[in-house]
């Protein structure tokens, strides 16, 4: 197998790869700069995704916003299970818990970060092979 660094180059380089490494990098600076103040971390998390949307250029937009948004409730929904079912082993120490369950509302917005940088790094090995 041959690795096309140019390819690879191009790829890291485009406009939407940026726009998902900045979407990232966002993300963990909110939750470290904002990890105790729940409300905050969700909503600016929430603006960064939905700016991430309008700008990005992707064709598929609707199919991937589907699928961050069904991934992201289904994830919510699977962890505050576990969390109930262990006996709280796990507890997140800055709430603002969705009513009902163990896990705070920031957390969706996480998931959605999640799904879109595993289909950005789906793409980037895509690209090496």
């Not at 948004?69 to 997140?92: D, H, M, P, T």
């Amino acid at each position: 197998m041959k690795i096309d660094i140019e390819k690879i180059s191009n790829y890291v380089s485009s406009r939407e790869s940026i726009y998902v490494l900045l979407l990232l990098f966002i993300t963990m600076v909110n939750l470290v700069v904002f990890n105790d103040k729940p409300i905050f971390l969700l909503l600016v998390n929430i603006v960064a995704i939905v700016v991430y949307f309008i700008i990005s250029q992707r064709k598929d937009k609707m199919i991937v916003i589907l699928t961050c948004v069904n991934f992201a409730f289904w994830g919510v929904i699977f962890e505050s299970f576990i969390i109930k079912n262990s006996n709280f082993a796990l507890n997140y120490r800055y709430g603002t818990n969705i009513t009902g369950l163990y896990v705070p509302a920031w957390l969706f917005t996480i998931y959605i970060i999640f799904v879109l940088t595993s289909l950005y790094s789906y793409d980037f090995y895509k690209t090496i092979y």
